[in-house]
């Protein structure tokens, strides 16, 4: 399995010390790390340090097949890269830095493009080896974000059914908070509290949950995570997407 794998998630994380987090590559495929950076033309959000335009590149052979996927995912859809970074709500620099393995895209971008284009990010970055029966080890996956004060996201696994359920591993400092834009109709998320505390807000709301308790919710609005109060949280989040409709599905 090629990764670095991703999901439907997430826009930024707040924190009083908040800064950029990287992307990366599964350390089980090749270990190598691909660093995050604001997309072309875009500020970073509020209390989210920008990370600097000359932010090390990631590795050329995983770029460049993000690059021919979007691109292929793009064209198969019909869409222009004007079209497709107004509906994704990215920058066409930034779209067309991505297309051309020139930059390295964030987590928000490449979540952004995949609700666009109606699949999961696993699908825009991984390659399905065919196996049968598929054992993940979390120990060894690279976090896809880390957080200021110990926080991690790994994506443990994304199953190859029609309507993918990917399952995610996250670990939430006491007080950092993880916020997502909402995602396209028909995507449902759970997130399972396995030690800690955690509050989970959706459209504004917020559902405290303790070791044991599971918070389930269409994540249609805007929704965030946030370990505590109390000390650090562990939680298992899957996310369920629905299946593609056959134009998409090309």
């Known amino acids: 399995m090629k990764s670095f794998p991703g999901s439907q998630y997430s826009d930024r994380m707040t924190h009083p ?5 990287p992307l990366a590559r599964h ?17 970073a959000p509020a209390g ?22 979007v691109r292929r995912l793009r064209h198969g859809r ?24 020139a930059a390295n895209p964030n987590l928000a971008t490449l979540v952004r493009l995949a609700d666009a284009l109606g699949v999961s990010v696993s699908a825009l970055v991984e390659q399905q080896d065919g196996r049968r029966v598929q054992v993940s080890d979390a120990a060894a996956i690279e976090p896809l ?5 110990g926080g991690s996201l790994r994506l443990l696994l994304t199953t190859p059914t029609a309507a993918p359920v990917e399952l995610w591993r996250w670990h939430l400092a006491d007080g950092e908070s993880y916020e997502s834009h909402p995602h396209p109709a028909g ?16 459209d504004g709301a917020e559902y405290p949950a ?19 109060p109390g000390g650090d949280a562990d939680l298992l989040m899957t996310v369920h997407l629905p299946e593609p409709s056959p134009r998409a599905a090309r």
Do not use: C
């Not at 350390?27 to 500020?43: E, F, K, N, R, T």
């Not at 974000?145 to 004060?149: A, D, Q």
């Open 17 to 21: 010390t908040d800064r950029q987090a």
């Open 78 to 101: 019909g869409l222009s890269a004007d079209q497709l970074a107004a509906r994704a709500g990215v920058s066409k620099g930034a779209l067309v830095a991505l297309e051309n393995a």
């Open 27 to 43: 350390a089980a495929s090749a270990g190598q790390a691909l660093a995050g950076q604001a997309p072309a033309g875009q500020a």
């Open 48 to 69: 989210q340090a920008a990370a600097p335009h000359a932010a090390a590149k990631g590795a050329p052979g995983v770029m460049s097949d993000v690059a021919a996927t």
């Open 210 to 228: 303790r070791a044991g308790q599971t918070v389930t919710f269409a994540a249609d609005a805007e929704h965030a995570y946030r370990g505590g």
């Open 145 to 149: 974000w880390r957080g200021p004060s």
């Open 187 to 202: 995507v449902v998320e759970t997130i399972t509290v396995i030690s800690g505390t955690a509050v989970i807000t959706v």
